[in-house]
């Protein structure tokens, strides 16, 4: 696609779907209040995260620097542990890896991954003929949309739940109301039969530790626990840059991101280091027992090492990906996910940049930052995204990649924004 055609659909998107569109307002000012009162519960009642996060902030810098040592470590403790391990350089590697595993005519549920939607897996094993169900919530309700996740934590954060009983109405056949228990209800129904009838269990990690090969998925829901250990198999994507050092960095890092994320506590966290075994009978080790009988673990690189190559960009690796940045920052407040291609906001700006549509690509999200600085404040690492994007911006223009009408469209969304502040 050309850098104007890129440039016009993002501009339609993020000015008629988002700050135009009444329901996302309504839904994202409901989502920002109830964050802010429940984030600021949690740092009162756990004051030592503020503590805990600069000693993350140091565990994240010490792991970018090493992360393919790092990486191999952890591959060596994923095998000791009877799993096996492999590294997808780019999304082609990582789509020849999966069809491998996976083959065709299954049933996979999986969890929620943002690592899986960089590449469209979920799209990708769907083309191959097998059927997949996303089994997050706000997940299942984007796959029924057909659209993407609009928050790092929320996927569906920008539907209200009037649309929400309208979509399951429709999925259903039954008149489901506007109201969010059953809502959450109907969902259970659907899935639950789901879980024990899948072939393969797919999900992503919030972090891993190199010298256990201990992935945590931290969840509320109860799904990732049920997709993950329910089926045969389970198959996990992970992004390089989620290895820490030890399963003491991990916790600590686990933690940080779980309190940020809106929880002073998680129903769940779960911890995994290999396949499912036992030793009950005559103490003879066996693979298999209730949970998955094999564990595969993908490491995805896709652009991350170039990122950590450069000293400014290199920052974005740090991220947690707790989402606190997004409900402070005044775009997003009016656009949703629409700021963004694939991942969102001012972090995802130079995620896209470097994963999924290129420098080129993600130029029309590199002007819509107001740089105001609002997510480096609110950011538990202190991430300075501001920095970033002007650095993209520089190198941008350094190889002639600003499409004309940018500043007129800066000025827009300025105006836009200026509602967004809170
Ligand atoms: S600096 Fe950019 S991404 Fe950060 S809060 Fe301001 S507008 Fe949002
Ligand atoms: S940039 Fe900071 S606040 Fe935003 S998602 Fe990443 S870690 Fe969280």
């Known amino acids: 696609m050309s850098m104007d055609r890129i440039y016009e659909e993002y501009v339609d998107r993020i000015i008629k779907f988002g700050a135009e569109n009444e329901r996302t307002r309504i839904a994202l000012d409901r989502a920002i209040d109830s964050y802010r009162k429940n984030r600021a519960n949690a740092l009162k009642k756990f004051p030592h995260t503020i503590t805990l996060a600069e000693e993350v902030r ?17 591959c060596d403790a994923i095998e000791e542990n009877h799993g096996h391990c492999y590294l997808a350089k780019t999304k082609e590697q990582a789509y020849s890896i999966f069809e491998d595993l996976v083959g065709r005519n299954k049933t996979i549920v999986k969890s929620k991954s943002l690592t899986s939607e ?3 897996l979920r799209q990708f094993l769907e083309s191959m003929g097998n059927e997949v169900y996303e089994t997050d919530l706000g997940e299942f309700i984007v796959q029924l949309l057909n659209t993407r996740p609009m928050h790092i934590l929320s996927p569906a954060i920008n539907i209200p739940r009037e649309d929400v009983a309208r979509l399951l109405s429709d999925f259903t056949g039954e008149s489901i109301p506007p109201d969010i228990a059953k809502e959450v209800a109907t969902v259970r129904k659907i899935l639950r039969e789901k ?11 919030n972090v891993i530790s190199a010298d256990t090969g201990t992935m945590f998925i931290i969840e509320n829901e109860g799904n990732a626990r049920l997709s993950i250990g329910a089926p045969p198999v389970q198959i996990a994507l992970i992004g390089i840059e989620k290895i820490v050092p030890t399963l003491n960095d991990a ?15 998680p129903a769940y966290v779960n911890l995994i280091s290999g396949p499912s075994k036992t030793g009950d009978i005559e103490k003879v080790t066996t693979y298999g027992a209730h949970g998955p009988r094999e564990l595969h673990v993908v490491f995805l690189d896709n652009g991350r090492s170039e990122m950590a190559k450069h000293p400014v960009y290199r920052e974005a690796l740090y991220c947690l ?17 629409h700021y963004g291609q694939q991942y969102m906001g001012g972090i995802g700006t130079i995620w896209d940049a470097f994963t999924t549509v290129g420098f080129e690509g993600a130029a029309p999200e590199a002007y819509t930052c107001l740089r ?10 202190g991430i300075d995204t501001v920095t970033m994007v002007t650095q993209l911006r520089k190198d941008l223009v350094s190889r002639g990649l600003v499409p004309q009408p940018v500043r007129e469209f800066a000025e827009e969304i300025l105006e836009l924004a200026k509602n967004g502040v809170r």
């Not at 707790?322 to 009016?334: F, I, K, N, R, T």
């Open 58 to 74: 140091k565990i994240k810098e010490y792991s970018i620097s090493h992360m393919d040592e790092l990486r191999k470590s952890a």
């Open 118 to 120: 960089e590449i469209h």
């Open 195 to 205: 879980y024990f009838k899948a072939d393969i269990g797919i999900n992503g990690a």
């Open 251 to 265: 916790f600590k890092t686990a933690e940080v991101t779980w309190r940020y994320a809106n929880y002073r506590i």
């Open 321 to 337: 990906r707790c989402g606190a940045c997004l409900y402070e920052c005044p775009v997003y407040a009016v656009t949703a996910g």
């Open 372 to 381: 105001c600085g609002r997510c480096k404040v609110m950011c538990p690492l």
